[in-house]
């Protein structure tokens, strides 16, 4: 352990790290039961059709639910013990949130979910090529931080519109597009106290809040009858899902009709989710060097791209790594074996998969909206004085929640952006790489 991970270099030991690998775990383990939850709306079944409005989550007798629950802790676990075993830092990964619901709800809908694991799988193939021919500096510099920042809280807005759409907070209305549900009934009443338990639980910073929020909502559940308990220890413990039903089903020909700015989209959101991800928990680390960059950093991409492809394969979305790695980083994980403790974590999780079909959508809802919550701090780094940084921000922003596509943001911040600076006089600031990405993405909304 001394000699790999080298602790005492590191100023931490065995015990810290087991520690801090159980706090991050706890963190994120929430992602168990959104993630399955999610991309089941997407269309992962046999029928292949999307969501129909009800908020079940669907028996694990489903072989799809049962199978996306393995998959999604499979891929967190497997790619986390690489990227601890790669890098030697105490980072942790898994379907990203965003990401997710881009894959569910934009993606799969054009040529089926087969369709969106081929263009997940593309995406990851991509990063991998960007990450070890050293592109993904060139591209970072491109990027104004202004959209970098804008597309985070843009996700987080998208993030928390379908989990209150999901929990019957928000309904359509044929005369206003939208309006509030009504929290009388049984399930937005139960997603409405959810929400309200697990900001009560981050407020008071409690360890673990999203997902003793979950636990919480769905144990109100039982009482409520939205939810039905356990009959037996095999509604607890149980053998892992076969993966069959969704691994290796990747539809490449699909994928490709998709389209680039589909494709790209899945990789600059992975990249810069990626990229801030590692630079902020690196920073919190005190690994960062005097010019503020993190020292292995292409081997955490490569970890992560291997991820990305991996997960696909698998029958899963992205997977990024995720920004509760800082909570065992709090904890004072130093190393890769933080990263082992949590892999192996979720690997024993595989075998309390039946808890999953206990949970309720109303319980999983409240979740995505307090991630956005999070995503949504991003906002804080923008400029709003300057109108030629405010004014693509905003862009990006609203039209991912109004127009519900992540792509159409990112494409509409990019196609802004150097249009405001060059009317405005300030051309010297656009980066060459800016004007092809505006014209790739005025090619979207044209094509």
Partial sequence: MESFFKLKEHNTDFK???IAGLTTFMTMAYIIFVNPFLLKQGGINQAGALFDGALEFTSLNDPYVAALVTATILAAALTTILMGLL????FALASGMGLNAFFAFVVAPQFGWQAALGAVFISGVVFLLLAVFGFIDQIDRAVPVSLKRAVAAGIGLFIALIGLKNAGIIVASPATLVQLGDLTSKGPGL????LIITAILMGLRVKGAILLGILITTVIGLFTGVTQAPTGIGDIVGRPAGLGPIAFHMDFGGALKLG????????FVDLFDTMGTL???????GYLDKDGRLPKVKKAMIADAIGTMGGAVLGTSTVTTYVESTAGISEGGRTGLTSIVVGILFLLALFFTPLAGIIPGEATAPALVIVGVLMMGAITGIDFEDFTEAFPAFVTIA???????IAHGIAAGFLAYPLVKAVAGKGKEIHWFMWILAAISLAHFVL
């Fill in 16 to 18: 810290t790290e087991i």
């Fill in 87 to 90: 890098t030697n830092y105490p």
């Fill in 191 to 194: 997603a409405a106290i959810g």
């Fill in 260 to 267: 680039f700015m589909v494709i790209f989209a899945l990789v």
């Fill in 279 to 285: 630079l902020g928990t690196g920073a919190r680390a």
């Fill in 399 to 405: 039209v991912m929640p109004f127009a519900f596509s």
